[in-house]
């Protein structure tokens, strides 16, 4: 469980974006979450109420976008969405393949503010 | 007031990155070449560091250790009997390594005193997914006791590992390990990823386990002087 520590690390960087634009209070906080982040989005969003508390973003909602597994496919020369992530192959040709162009992100987005 | 949206677009864990690739860096003109042992608890990281280190040592090659525990320092004292320069890194708690806690842990080091330094992460299939330490190489273990299926249960970990260890396999019998099915789903998690077979126990496999090592840190140095 390091959910924790990550949802830690947004609340410094939304503050800070929050400060930078003299804003007084946060609505919404959106992250992008790769499925291959080794986060849990669920477990994000339970923690941050808690670690809001006595912060600009006290009563904000995380918004999480989960991002897919994109690999790049080297027999099509394409990219392709992997829905499943117990086989790294080419979901057209099946291919096995470890070049993955999307699916590790953890970034936060952007602040809704007032 | 409306609201407004601002642009972020950081990474989260970005600190750790940026002090992540200081460490890379140091490494690299130090010409130290780092392996971060990454698995779940119990699948056999300290065994195989001890014999690992054991052996360099008894090759000539300067090696050391760093090893991060939830609390005690019973790795690091197993460790040192190999001679090898051992520290512990307690985490009181936390459940995988960040670079700072490297970083703090090299402290005095002459890191270009090194060929070798081994990270031995904490034991958690999840959480040291995303945490870089600044390492050439991420090594997973996979103990024939956890079962064939455990890169499947966690293939964030599996996939962003450069090699996999099959470890305890004196034990593959007993356990009714499926060897094959054991490899495919390794290589359905990351394909093309070599994978060894070793026995702290009996020692089986260490010496192309070693020759493995050994190749990683040629080519490594190799691409240091074309770089």
């Known amino acids: 469980m390091h959910e924790l520590s990550v949802v830690r690390s947004i609340i410094e960087l939304a503050t800070e974006a929050i400060r930078d634009a003299n804003a007084v209070r946060a609505i919404a906080v959106r992250i992008r979450v790769g499925a291959l982040a080794g986060v849990a989005p669920e477990a994000l969003v339970f923690c941050y109420d808690v670690a809001a508390r006595g912060t600009p973003l006290e009563g904000s909602h995380l918004v999480v976008e989960v991002v897919p597994v994109v690999l790049h496919c080297p027999t099509c020369d394409r990219d392709a969405v992997v829905a499943d992530i117990s086989r790294f192959a080419c979901p057209a040709c099946g291919t096995p393949t470890a070049d993955v162009r999307s699916g590790r992100d953890l970034e936060i987005e952007s602040v809704e503010v007032m | ?227």
């Open chain 2, 1 to 227: 007031m409306t609201p407004r949206i601002l642009e972020v677009r950081k990474g989260i864990l970005k600190k750790n990155d940026e002090l992540a690739a200081g460490l890379r860096e140091r490494f690299r003109s130090a010409g130290v070449f780092v392996v971060n042992l990454v698995s779940g608890p119990g699948a056999g990281k300290t065994l195989l560091l001890e014999r690992t280190l054991a052996t360099l040592m008894a090759q000539g090659f300067r090696a050391a250790a760093i090893v991060g525990d939830p609390e005690t320092d019973n790795d690091a004292r197993r460790l040192a009997r190999s001679g090898a320069p051992t520290r512990q890194i307690r985490t009181h708690g936390i459940c995988h390594l960040e670079a700072a806690m490297v970083g703090d842990h090299l402290a005095d080091w002459e890191l270009a005193d090194f060929d070798f330094l081994f990270i031995e992460n904490v034991g958690n299939l999840v959480c040291t997914t995303s945490y870089d330490l600044g390492e050439s190489l991420r090594v997973v273990l996979l103990a024939v006791t956890e079962g064939e299926d455990k890169p499947l249960k966690y293939p964030a970990l599996f996939n962003s590992a450069d090699a996999a260890v099959v470890s305890k396999c004196d034990l593959a019998e007993a356990c009714e390990f499926d060897r094959d099915a054991a490899r495919t789903n390794l290589h359905a998690i990351r394909p093309g990823v070599p994978i060894l077979e070793t026995s702290g126990k009996t020692n089986a496999g260490l010496a192309e386990w070693l020759a493995f090592l050994t190749e990683r840190r040629n080519a490594f140095l190799e691409s240091q002087r074309v770089g």
